[in-house]
């Protein structure tokens, strides 16, 4: 249990705390410390702008491989498909 707190935030970044509260289906307090305990992991002279970089670069790498993914997906699917198709071919020439 922890001790309440009055903080000021901007209603953008209200609305996107909520937001992600939902999808996760937690409450806004909880997104707030999650947020805090990632913030206190980092060390005191990190570079913001730097890792800010390093996050918009692997949200990019996470996009392009989910695109893989699903490409992945789909080949296997027509494989799957099609390997279905020869087995029942063989089926009726045996």
Do not use: F, W
């Not at 999808?23 to 800010?52: C, F, G, H, W």
């Amino acid at each position: 249990m922890g001790i309440a707190t009055a903080i000021r935030i901007t209603d953008g970044r209200k609305k996107g705390l909520l937001r992600r509260a939902r999808r996760r289906k937690t409450t806004l307090e909880d997104e707030l410390n999650s947020a805090i305990d990632l913030y206190l992991q980092l060390p005191p002279d990190v570079d913001m702008k730097d890792l800010e970089a390093l996050a918009r670069e692997a949200n990019a790498s996470l996009g392009r491989s989910i695109a893989k993914l699903d490409e992945a997906i789909a080949t296997v699917e027509g494989t799957r498909k099609e390997l279905g198709r020869i087995d029942r071919r063989l089926d009726e020439l045996a």
